[in-house]
């Protein structure tokens, strides 16, 4: 952080990379981590960060405020950091041989010039009899800055801790190597008294109790992520008896959706219990996001001003960051709508990127006549009906959608004959399709698996309905199929050779009839299978499993074609492209991949998650994937770049349905927490909330017609929702889009149309036919 000296707090000179003291700890700590070595790119980070104070704003003076305090060796609004006293001068003079070491010599200059250090000070004898005219014995020409760590941090200005690299690179994401442990648990080690930490604790609540209720609820938000730190800060540094105490009396004043992650925090009682716990190093290594209004936030700056309470203000800065806007304080109903995540809410940036929502334009296929269409021309001289010309749901929309992706954006396959077929048969069924709404509601077919003593962990049905399959527990994946025409291998390659290729009936020759059956069963997973995925030509079939790697099935041999390793642990969730050839996977290492069929290795890896990657769902224009996460966020990646362009905050729970609207405006999501969320993915904004499940929802599913939303759980029940209502109440100006308030109506029972109970199934999967009769499946529970 760039401290303006000027105590401007608008403006920053950016000529300058260091101002004072507060920044020569700050390199000598990076010196003593790192090894005495700074790379490049690490020199680079500390250029040029921004002048903020943590908090996303440009409040430079600020820390230089708080920090003032008596003992510290830079009092506020002074422009010329003192440099008087003997350590201080050591200190820099120690900075300016470390800087020369590493050819900094500018900065080195600029250091010397703004402390009022003499030339000779460059000079390393001049600086070696400097520092022996001191007295301190310290080897500073030889750049010993870990000797001179441990008084650095001792005497740092008003007790702020320098940040470690750990914090330096607060963007760094799961999918990288994660910091050195050491390294990212260092910042908790502290010189404070630890029986203060109850009293700055409870003086910031009793203070944020104390003012306006508008403010109230904003403020309030800073309780769990202090608390937090406070704690952690106390187990680091061996006050087990003081951080228990301050566990038990302030846990249960945390929101309720962070209890999982105050259980898990309550088992770390010992320094020893930090080292490698996952969890821990995710609150470390991520700035918790907290959005709150100006107003609110002058407040709370005030009250830390007048009470010197560091403790709390060093926290502030380096775990926390503050999105600032301009305008009324949210309500306590809007905040606990986008809170609960891991690391708080998104920050407002984050969803700014462009999104090319819309659908890509269908290819044109001439729909063949019906025989009594080519009758009705024969005997009239002109047709019946113009399908040929115009068919709504077939050809789309003549004109390119200004929202949706060119074309050629990322490579899609080319539509083979057999796909040609297949879109002709489905033109045909969709003139057929029921048209659904609050006074049609779909018919609903259930697919209870009986005796799945396997344990059915995954259900998928393709595209047409005419196949579906299971995966198992036990590492097998079966198929079945849904009609009278029965599953069959392709016959053996010599008895290929004996088919006449020229015939029309050849694809139905290739057939081996020995081997038709209603079900086939797949072995190859040495673990168990947790998510499959029909290709849109249902001609492979993709399964996922404990064992780490996602297999592709042939289903005209039925046999395992490639093997794709690339995820070290369990995945979770896999699922084809809208147009086949590419498919995504996610699993336990917190990255979703990109894949296509025909590599081995992954074509993009989507890093950023801080938990397990759930479920993945692909966007119908195959553009963009959504990720849902146990860090209880959804992501949306664009596939071309592979950059992260939503972010998605509001579930309570580990998140583990994802469904796009068929226009791709919208997302619905399900979790743990029983909710579906609605987002509106131009406007980045969460926009509905439909309460009414008990459990967690593990499916959803929009009619084909996007006018009904099915959501089936764990509560055995399936549920429909009024899609059409409840988006068309939306009213997202820019206003609300640049300040992230949402005003959720409580309309779930008006949006609700039907729940249907199941006997004591749990709902694992939906699927919509292209006529829209709705398809459930799950296996039934004793």
């Not at 680079?44 to 903020?52: N, S, V």
């Not at 290594?285 to 403790?311: A, G, M, P």
Request: hydrophobic letters at 35%; glycine letters at 8%.
């Amino acid at each position: 952080m760039l401290l303006n000296q000027s105590g401007d707090s608008t403006s920053c000179n950016w000529r300058f990379p260091f101002f004072n003291l507060a920044h020569a700890h700050f390199i000598l700590k990076m010196a003593a981590v790192q090894g005495s070595i700074v790379d490049a790119k690490d020199e680079a980070d500390i250029k040029t960060e921004p002048a903020t104070d943590g908090f996303g704003n440009n409040h430079a003076n600020d820390a230089g405020v708080l920090s003032a305090s008596p003992g510290s060796s830079a009092a506020a609004g002074n422009n010329k950091p003192a440099a008087g006293a003997p350590e201080d001068q050591q200190t820099l003079l120690a900075v300016l041989q470390f800087l020369r070491k590493n050819k900094l010599s500018e900065s080195a200059e600029i250091l010397r010039r703004e402390a009022g250090l003499p030339e000779e000070a460059l000079d390393p004898k001049g600086a070696d009899s400097a520092g022996s005219g001191l007295g301190s014995g310290a080897d500073i020409d030889g750049g010993d800055a870990s000797a001179l760590l441990s008084r650095v941090t001792v005497s740092a200005p008003g007790g702020a801790k320098a940040p470690t690299k750990g914090t330096v690179h607060s963007n760094s994401s799961a999918g990288e190597d994660q910091p050195d442990v050491n390294v990212v648990l260092s910042a908790y080690s502290q010189q404070g008294d630890p029986a203060l930490y109850e009293v700055y604790y409870s003086g910031l609540k009793k203070f944020i109790e104390s003012v306006l209720d508008c403010h109230r609820a904003e403020l309030s938000q800073v309780f769990y992520p202090l608390f937090v730190h406070m704690y952690l800060e106390l187990v680091y540094n061996n006050h087990e008896g003081e951080a228990k105490a301050f566990f038990e009396k302030f846990s249960g004043d945390q929101e309720c959706y962070y209890e999982e992650d105050l259980r898990i925090l309550s088992s770390l009682t010992k320094k020893e219990h930090m080292r490698g716990n996952e969890t821990l190093l995710d609150f470390r290594t991520s700035k918790f996001v907290l959005r709150i209004s100006r107003d609110s936030y002058q407040l709370l700056k005030r009250h830390l001003q007048e009470r010197q309470n560091n403790q709390i203000w060093n926290i502030i800065q380096e775990h926390l960051y503050i999105d600032i806007f301009d305008g009324m304080p949210r309500s306590k109903s809007q905040i606990d709508a986008m809170s609960g995540s891991l690391a708080g809410e998104a920050k407002r940036e984050a969803n700014k990127a462009k999104v090319y929502y819309g659908l890509l334009k269908e290819p044109e296929i001439e729909l063949p006549l019906d025989d009594e269409d080519e009758e009705a021309e024969n005997e009239e001289g002109k047709p019946k009906k113009k399908k040929p010309k115009k068919d709504s749901t077939g050809s789309k929309s003549k004109k390119q959608d200004p929202n949706a992706p060119s074309q050629t954006r990322i490579p899609l396959p080319e539509l083979k004959d057999s796909d040609k077929l297949d879109k002709i048969m489905y033109m045909k069924e969709s003139t057929k399709r029921i048209r659904l709404g609050p006074d049609n509601l779909p018919s609903i077919c259930f697919y209870t698996f009986l005796n799945a003593y396997q344990g059915l962990t995954a259900v998928d049905v393709t595209d047409d309905s005419s196949l579906i399959a299971g995966g198992f527990a036990d590492s097998t994946v079966r198929v079945w199929s849904v009609t009278p025409k029965k599953l069959r291998k392709v016959k053996t390659a010599a008895d290929l050779n004996l088919i006449d290729k020229e015939s029309d009936d050849v694809l139905e020759r290739i057939m081996d009839d020995k081997t038709a059956s209603e079900s086939k069963c797949l072995y190859g997973h040495s673990g168990p299978v947790y998510g499959i995925s029909f290709s849109p030509d249902r001609n492979y079939l993709l399964s996922c499993s404990e064992d780490g790697t996602v297999r592709l099935w042939s289903l005209l041999t039925f046999t395992c074609l490639v093997g794709y390793k690339g995820h070290n642990y369990p995945v979770w969730d896999t699922q084809f492209s809208p147009y086949g050839y590419y498919f995504i996977s996610g699993g336990h290492d917190r990255v979703a991949r990109l894949w296509a069929t025909d590599h081995h290795q992954p074509l993009r890896i989507f890093a950023g998650h801080l938990a397990d990657v759930t479920c993945t769902r692909f966007h119908p224009n195959a553009n963009y994937v959504a990720t849902g996460s146990s860090d209880r966020t959804i992501r949306l990646w664009d596939v071309l770049t592979g950059n992260c362009v939503r972010i998605f905050t509001g579930h309570k729970g580990p998140i583990h349905a994802l469904a796009f609207s068929p226009n791709g405006k919208f997302l619905a999501s399900g979790a743990t927490d029983g909710r579906v969320l609605l987002w509106d993915i131009g406007h980045g904004l969460m926009v509905g909330e439909l309460k009414g499940h008990t459990e967690c929802i593990y499916s959803l599913r929009f009619s084909r017609d996007g006018e009904i939303l099915g959501s089936g759980s764990m509560d055995n029940t399936v549920r429909l929702w009024d899609a059409t209502k409840a988006f068309d109440d939306l009213e997202t100006d820019d206003f609300t889009a640049a300040t992230g308030h949402i005003h959720l109506q409580d309309n779930s029972q008006e949006l609700l149309l039907g729940t249907y109970m199941t006997k004591s199934t749990p709902v694992v999967h939906l699927h919509f036919t292209r006529r829209n009769l709705l398809l459930a499946a799950g296996a039934y529970n004793p």
